[in-house]
């Protein structure tokens, strides 16, 4: 299976940066999985949407969107639970 790039919405980038690092780490790690495997057991499909899906990491969660003609995958937000949805 081929490698997926991984790109970041200036958003995303802002909103990683307020994290505590611990949590940061923990992030780039799962993402870094989404480049071999864009689909993995824990992510689901977000409803209303075509190809946006999100993963748990404890109490965060990563908004992203899958583009298989491109091997694409955008980081869209990342956030805690209680506000990532707003």
Known sequence: MALYKIEWKQSA??????????IISKILEAVAVLAENPHPRSSKKL???????????????????????????????VGHR????R
């Open 82 to 85: 209680k506000s990532i949805y």
């Open 47 to 77: 409803k209303g949407t075509e190809n946006t899906y999100r993963i748990r990491i404890g109490n965060y969660r990563v908004v992203y969107s899958v583009f298989p003609s491109v091997l694409t995958i955008e980081i869209v937000k």
């Open 13 to 22: 980038k802002k909103e990683i940066k307020k994290l505590d690092k611990t």
